[in-house]
Each structure stands twice: as C-alpha cells, then as structure tokens.
C-alpha cells in the first residue's frame, strides 16, 4: 500500500492524504484493526451515526478517533501520548464535522458526561495480562456496547478471548492483520470487570 492508496474495509473507507506525514504510522496493523472494528457503523445511516460516542485508547486509537469524527459520530473521548495529540489536533483541525473530540492524556479525565456505543482497548501487539484494566472502559460503556481489544497476538486470541468470555462478553467480531488480532462483543453486565 502507498501513503495515497484508500483502504476499503467493509463499508469504511480510509483515505490517508488527509492524514499527511502520520498516514504511514497511523495506518498501522493495530490501527487497521480497530478501524475493522468500527467498519459496520459506518454502514448504519447517517442519522443513527451523528448519535454515537466512541472511547479509545491505545496504539491505534489516532486512527480511530479520526475515523469516528470523519464518521460523524456524536462525541470521541480518545487517550493518547502528548506527540499523539499534537498530531491529531492537527489533522483534525482540517475536518470538517459536529463531533465533539476530546483528546485526553489519562482515562481518569473521562468526565463521565458520555456512555460509549463502543469503547477500544489497543494492546500495543502484546496480549493483555489481565483484562481487569478494561474496567475504567467498561464503566463508561452504555448497556449493549461494543467493547473492543485490539492489537494483541493473534495466537493469544484464544486465551485472550476465554478470559472475556468468563467475564461475561458475548463476541460479536474477530478479525487478524499481520500477526495481530482484535475481537468484540457486548457485555452481559459490566460490574463483571
């Protein structure tokens, strides 16, 4: 893939010159994977899309954060490193879109004002130690959202996934790219994390 070919996935296209010079880091396997993740939103219809809110964090989440407010989405909550932000404030800054974006340095700065239709997890390409980390996502998460781990070793997914599925997740996508992996699914209750 070239800095100017558009990836398709799904009914989500990505085109990267918007992105300029962090098109290369940006579209990256992790952030490819929750873009994945995200694709079948993006075939809902435009209305039922102005009013969702997306949580990320994690390698990927620049990707995915733009993708959301290019979406359209009601409101992004994303956590990133400090040069993520300036990063993103920039390209952003160049789009066009009602979505409210706040670009955090911790989950504690999540004010709580949002309930998330999908909060991500971005594992960075190591499989989760445990996923009880998940749990300042999971409270944010509306009932029936989509939580969603991405980036981890696609030969820990088993392992990763029978944790999930003991806490009470329900999955609903998996998906791997270049020896990574993400899955989703919704909750059955979140005090379970």
């Not at 899309?49 to 990927?60: D, H, Y």
């Not at 404030?89 to 670009?103: D, Q």
């Not at 004010?111 to 980390?133: I, Q, R, T």
């Not at 509306?142 to 939580?147: A, C, D, N, P, Y």
């Amino acid at each position: 893939m070239s800095a100017t070919d558009t990836v398709q996935l799904g009914h989500l296209s990505i085109d990267p010159r918007p992105l300029g010079d962090n098109a290369a880091e940006w579209i990256s396997p992790s952030g490819l994977l929750v873009a994945q993740a995200m694709a079948p939103g993006a075939a809902l219809e435009q209305n039922q899309i102005a009013k969702l809110n997306f949580l990320c964090v994690g390698n990927g989440s620049t990707l995915a954060a733009f993708l959301a407010v290019q979406m359209k989405c009601n409101h992004v909550d994303v956590v990133l490193h400090p040069d993520e932000r300036q990063q993103l404030e920039a390209v952003l800054a160049n789009v066009s879109s009602p979505t409210s974006a706040n670009i955090l340095s911790s989950l504690e700065q999540i004010d709580g004002e949002h309930k998330y239709h999908m909060a991500a997890w971005g594992c960075d390409g190591v499989a989760p130690k445990s996923l009880v980390d998940l749990a300042p996502l999971v409270k944010h998460l509306r009932h029936e959202g989509q939580l969603v781990v991405f980036g981890f070793p696609a030969d820990s997914t088993q392992d990763v996934f029978a944790e999930a599925a003991d806490k009470g997740m329900a999955l609903r996508a998996v998906g791997f790219r270049d020896g990574l992996a993400f899955f989703s699914g919704s909750l059955e209750a979140r005090n379970q994390f």
